[in-house]
Every structure is written in structure tokens, then in C-alpha cells.
């Protein structure tokens, strides 16, 4: 479910009369797919109304903002929409919050704390951005808090300074148009969500499992430049589900010949190392170098019967590097 | 590369620098400033907003200018520096550590060279004996715009003063133009990270190709320059040797393979915020397609016995090409 956030009613109103949604409380509408509502101005309001609005509408998976937004830099033709790429925000005369977020847009945008009616604060601001609205950032930092998608569409409605409320209030509804056909446009033509990679059956996957077997499937597939269905098939699935085995124990076959698959010089290597560990594991003495191999962290086990069995191991340890049991890479 | 805004620190003004980067990007709004710091990372920019949205600050650096580099870091035995001239890269590289280094992709470029120069002075009078290296590099591209910020003459000058010093320019670019206007140094040295064809256009965006690379070596091979190789980083693919073999071979054709002062060899590794930052920048490279573990240094890479089959093939097959053993050195591995 997406839902279309504004700042005020009058941005919202070509979206209203054409949907007719109806009204679910103070400031929020709902048709059979989507939400529209309104915040208020600043950053404050928009906050607390989107935070308001995302607890009580778990339901909501994106947030699309339109809205008015002063150009800074004055580069930007008056009456464009402008898709946000980077949100900003302004924390105090001087300073911008360190925190931004970056949408899939291309214009950068700064949430300022006031409106912008002096020089020096439009210069700054401009350093940062090219476009100032006034909520855009609150709605962003609510919806990457709570994992929804945002996007933000801002009209250039003027240029900072020259702000006069009462002209935009006479072309409130013309704006307001212009922005329901942009969203008219954009809706006709969402992009598609990434598609995830499904299990497969016969196989029991816990939630760890399941993550385990997404990223070497999506590694193999890029890897071996082939479908999820072909590396099933190249990985010989169908043996592994014929085994009269516990579905558990097929997802551990599967695993470990995908791991297999993705670094066989690791899975050579490592038979080629227990082979070299075997005669010491014969005289109880175990040599355990981590799950990556990496020569240089190693624990070493030894079991020993009597004060002599301890010192012949010793003995034994005394003039062996643990670097010449690791098997030598020319040989792969 | 698209600059939208052009950042100077007001006592920079009137910099012969800042009319020819003014010139190069006349579309950039100018703005003035106090300092570069108060601006470059203040807010947090996505680092691929250097596709279309960059920006450039030409700044004073103040603070340490020369630094020691970390262990490992060239030839072994001798002490290394990098010496600081910009922040980021025109390029794009995907494996590049810069994405997950600063905090923006904005490129600044600093202009007091002459204070580098004397930081490098001074640190080589510390060292009263010996050789020791000064690299160029370390957070940016040593020549991509140098034809912009035309500082090399004042390092030319520096170094024919500082006999046992070593200044290793390092680069991906085919800009040699600025260099060809110089006569070459005994102890300058430009060395050139150089993989196989495929490997270059897969993952060295926007870089100079490795035919416009060899070209550009064999320019300054016949100019008389020292030169140099970094096959680093070199990332695992299917024909991994015999693209290598067929970029090296082209190379080894036009200018011979023990000319090179050195070659390097490193297989890719990224610190665990690159690593992540890498796979947020670019999920569907088949460069992350591989076994990546946490090594012993924490860095991430690949698996132990992978790294070692690489470096030593690798290794090999250059020297069957003519480079000689002492002339190799692993970079940065245990
Ligand atoms: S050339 Fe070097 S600094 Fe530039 S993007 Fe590539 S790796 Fe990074």
C-alpha cells in the first residue's frame, strides 16, 4: 500500500477531487490502494504526522512526497517537477545535520528550519543542495526507520528569497494539478521490486538457512552467469532429494556443494589439509586453524596417557611449523 | 565527469588554478568560501552521486601533508610516505576503498604544493641515510586531472633536489600529457595499475582503457621515464591467466618486460565497511560472486588457498615473461 504525504491541503487537492478518497481521520484519506494526507508545515509536524500515520497504517509499504519547493540557485525552470536524489537538513543557521538520505532521484534537496527570506542563509543552503522545502527530510528519516520506501517529488514553485505566500495561494490549485498529472505519470510506470530468489523444495531452510542459500545462489548465478533453475540442475538437486535422509541434512549436501561450487581451491585445499593433519590426529595431537584456514591463528589440542606419552609429543611438536602442514598452492 | 559546483577558499582566489578548473567546468556555480572543512563531509553524500552531481573544492591543506604509509606498502625494507594533494577520484572503480573512506564523493584539490613540498623536505632530512619513497595517490588519481591542477613541476623540481627520495606517481588514466612537457627523473616513477581487458572495463569505470594505459606507458618509455606496474587489485574470473597473460603480452611487446622497475601484486581485499559499502554501491557485480572470508588481518578477501593459487600463478607466469624475481613484491599480504 503506498501513501501520498503532502504539507498541506492545498498541494493535496487535485489529488482529492480526482480520487475522492474517503476520510479516515484528521487529515487522512484512503481509496481501496493508497493513503493521502497532509501534515502540516516544518519539520516538526511533518515528524510527528508521519510517524503517526506509519504506527497506525502498518500497512503502508511507500511513501511518495509531493510538494512545493523553493529553488536555491535559481537553475531550475519554475514549475518543473524535480525528482530528489539527496535530502538534507538545516540544524541551525550555521551548521546542517550530518545525517542525509539518499533517494532514487536526481535533484538534491535541503530541509531548511525556517523559510528561507535572507541572502546568507539561501547561499548557504545552497552550497548543499538546489531546492528547499521545509518536511521532506522528517518524512525521510521516519520512513528509513521504519524500512518504508520513500520517494519525493517536489514542484519549483519559486526561488528562495523571493517567497511570496499569498501568490502561491492564488496558484495553489493550478500546482496542485501539475503535480497530480506528474503522479498520474509515475504511477502508470513503477519500477518493478527486485524479484527473490525462492527456495527450493524437498529441503528444510530455517531463517539463517534460507539467507545462506540466497547469497551463494545469487553469487553462482552471477558467477556461472546462469538462472536458478539451471545451477539446481548443474548442482544435481535431484540426487540429493532421492537420498533417504532428513530434509535437514539435504539442505546441509545442498550448502556445502554450493560453498563448493563458489571456492573449490578452499574445498581442495582443505581435504589436502586434513590429509596432512591425519598422522598427527593418529597420535591424538589435533591442529585446528580456524573455519577460513588462515595460517596465521591455529589452535593446537594433545592428549597425552602418562608424564612419557606427554614428553615424546612434545618432542614430536618441538621441531615441526605449523605453516608446513598447510599444503603448498603450487600444487593445486 | 559532470561538476555542478565549483567550492574555493576565498584566499585561493585568484590561484592560476582556479580559472582553468573554472574554465574546464563552465556550467559549475562558483561559490566562495572560508574553509573547505566547513563544507566537504558536514552532511553525508552518497558516493554514487558522482555520476551526475559532483562537486569540486580547491582548498589549502592544513595539518599533517606528508604521512607514513602503512607496513607493506611497496618494496619492503625502506620507509614509505604518501604525501596528500587531493581527496576522491574522478573514477570509478568498484573496488575502490575511497567509497568507503570519506563520507562524500566530492573531490578537493589542494593547492599549496609548496607546502607538500617542504612537509617532504622535512622528512627527508629525518632520514639522513638510505633510500625512501614518497607516493602520490593514496586517496585520489595521481594524473587523471593533473592537466587542472598542473602541480607536477613543482614536485620535478623538489625531487631533483632530493637525490635518495623516490616519488612514485600512480595512476589508471592515459593523462601523460603534462608529463611529456618534463624531462624525466632517475627517482620519479610512474607506475600504472594494469589488469587484463575484460577485468578493466568490468570494474575500473570511466579509467583509461588497457590499450590507452599501454599506449600511455609507451610514451613515456620513450620520453625516458622510470616505470612501474601494480596488477593490483586482481579479482578472480574464469580466464583470470590468459586475459592477463594476453594484456601483459601486449605491454611486453612494446616496451620489454625487465624495463619495469617494478611490479606488484595484490589480490582484492576491502576493510569490512568498504566491503559492505561496495555491495550497497554495486549488488549486481560479479565481482562480489565469490567466497569472501575475514582474513588475518580482518580485511575481507578471498579465501586463503584462492589468494595463494592467484599470487602464485600470477607470479610465475611474469616471470616466464622476463621480470625478475627481486622485482616482484606482494602487496599488502602476510
Ligand atoms: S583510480 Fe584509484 S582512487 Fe580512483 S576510483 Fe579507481 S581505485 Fe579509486
Known amino acids: 500500500m503506498k501513501a501520498l504525504i503532502f504539507a498541506h491541503r492545498m498541494e493535496a487537492i487535485a489529488f482529492l477531487d480526482h480520487l475522492q478518497p474517503r476520510s479516515c481521520e484528521k487529515n487522512i484519506y484512503r481509496s481501496d490502494d493508497l493513503f493521502i494526507t497532509y501534515s502540516g508545515e516544518g519539520l516538526f509536524s511533518a ?24 529553488s536555491l540557485n535559481g537553475q531550475q525552470e519554475l514549475h518543473t517537477i524535480q525528482s530528489i536524489g539527496n535530502i538534507y537538513r538545516q540544524k541551525d543557521q550555521e551548521n546542517m545535520d550530518f545525517q542525509s538520505f539518499a533517494l532514487s532521484g536526481e535533484m538534491d534537496l535541503v530541509t531548511s528550519i525556517d523559510r528561507v527570506n535572507d541572502a546568507k542563509t ?5 552550497r548543499f543542495a538546489s531546492l528547499v522545502d521545509r518536511e521532506a527530510w522528517a518524512y525521510a528519516y521516519a520512513c528509513q526507520r521504519t524500512h518504508k520506501t520513500f520517494r519525493a517529488f517536489k514542484l519549483v514553485s519559486d526561488f528562495a ?66 538462472n536458478s533453475e539451471e545451477l539446481l540442475c548443474s548442482l544435481e538437486t535431484k540426487k540429493i532429494l532421492e537420498l533417504k535422509i532428513l530434509p535437514k541434512e539435504k539442505t546441509k549436501i545442498l550448502l556445502e556443494k554450493m560453498e563448493e561450487a563458489l571456492d573449490p581451491d578452499f574445498f581442495t585445499f582443505k581435504k589436502k589439509l586434513q590429509a596432512n593433519l591425519t598422522p598427527w ?28 606419552d606427554f614428553l615424546t609429543k612434545l618432542q614430536r611438536l618441538q621441531n615441526m611449523k605449523p605453516s608446513s602442514i598447510f599444503p603448498d598452492p603450487n600444487e593445486s | 565527469m559532470k561538476v555542478n559546483k565549483i567550492f574555493v577558499e576565498e584566499n585561493l582566489q585568484g590561484h592560476e588554478s582556479v580559472s582553468r578548473f573554472c574554465e574546464s567546468f563552465p556550467k559549475a556555480e562558483l561559490h566562495i568560501i572560508d574553509q573547505y572543512e566547513n563544507y566537504f563531509q558536514k552532511v553525508k553524500k ?78 627527508y632530512s629525518e632520514h639522513p641515510e638510505g633510500r625512501m619513497w614518497f607516493h602520490a595517490g593514496e586517496f585520489s588519481d595521481s594524473l587523471a586531472l593533473s592537466h587542472l591542477s598542473k602541480e607536477l613541476p613543482i614536485y620535478f623540481r623538489a625531487f631533483q633536489e632530493l637525490p635518495r ?36 572495463k568490468k570494474y575500473d569505470l570511466k579509467t583509461a582503457s588497457i590499450s590507452a594505459r599501454i599506449q600511455a606507458m609507451y610514451r613515456l618509455y620513450t620520453k625516458g621515464y ?11 574470473s574464469p580466464n583470470l591467466f590468459s586475459d592477463y597473460q594476453q594484456a601483459l603480452k601486449e605491454l611486453f611487446e612494446k616496451i620489454p618486460a625487465n624495463y619495469f622497475s617494478y611490479i606488484s601484486l595484490g589480490v582484492v581485499r576491502f576493510t569490512k565497511d ?10 549486481e557485480s560479479d565481482m562480489l560472486a565469490a567466497n569472501f572470508v575475514k582474513s588475518f588481518d580482518n580485511k575481507v578477501r578471498y579465501s586463503k588457498p584462492l589468494r595463494d593459487k592467484i599470487l602464485y600463478n600470477m607470479r610465475d607466469m611474469i616471470l616466464r615473461m622476463g621480470i625478475t624475481k627481486e622485482k616482484i613484491y606482494l602487496c599488502m599480504e602476510d
Open chain 1, 47 to 70: 515528524l510527528y504526522h508521519i510517524q503517526n500515520l506509519l504506527l497506525q497504517y502498518p500497512e503502508i509499504e511507500e511513501v511518495w512526497n509531493y510538494g512545493l519547493a523553493a
Open chain 1, 122 to 126: 539561501k547561499t548557504y543552503l545552497s
Open chain 1, 161 to 226: 528569497e523571493d517567497l511570496e505566500c499569498s501568490q502561491i495561494r492564488s496558484r495553489a490549485e493550478a500546482l496542485s494539478l501539475m503535480m497530480w498529472e506528474d503522479y498520474l505519470q509515475r504511477h502508470s510506470n513503477p519500477s518493478l521490486p527486485a524479484k527473490t530468489i525462492s527456495l527450493p523444495k524437498g529441503f528444510y531452510f530455517t531463517a539463517s538457512l534460507a539467507h545462506r542459500y540466497r547469497e551463494l545462489n545469487k553469487k553462482l548465478q552471477k558467477k556461472r552467469g546462469c
Open chain 1, 281 to 308: 590426529k593418529e597420535q591424538e595431537i589435533y591442529f585446528d586453524f580456524g573455519p577460513y584456514l588462515e595460517p596465521n591463528e591455529g589452535q593446537l589440542q594433545m592428549r597425552f596417557q602418562n608424564d612419557k
Open chain 2, 46 to 123: 552518497p558516493y554514487l552521486q558522482k555520476h551526475n552531481n559532483n562537486s569540486i573544492f580547491l582548498a589549502e591543506k592544513r595539518g599533517n601533508l606528508v604521512k607514513a604509509a602503512p607496513d607493506a606498502y611497496g618494496l619492503s625494507g625502506e620507509p614509505h610516505y604518501y604525501y596528500i594533494h587531493a581527496y576522491n577520484c574522478m573514477y570509478e572503480c568498484q573496488y575502490c576503498y575511497l567509497q568507503g573512506y570519506f563520507q562524500s564523493p566530492d573531490l578537493v584539490f589542494f593547492l599549496n604544493h609548496e607546502d607538500i613540498v617542504e612537509s617532504i623536505r622535512r622528512t
Open chain 2, 165 to 200: 627520495a623516490y616519488l612514485e606517481l600512480r595512476t589508471k588514466s592515459a593523462n601523460t600529457k603534462e608529463l611529456e612537457k618534463l624531462d624525466p627523473l632517475e627517482n620519479i616513477i610512474v607506475s600504472f595499475s594494469f589488469s587484463s581487458h575484460t577485468a578493466a
Open chain 2, 226 to 236: 622510470r616505470l612501474a606496474l601494480h596488477l593490483d587489485p586482481i579479482i578472480d
Open chain 2, 274 to 283: 568498504v566491503f559492505e559499502q561496495t555491495a550497497r554501491n554495486y549488488p
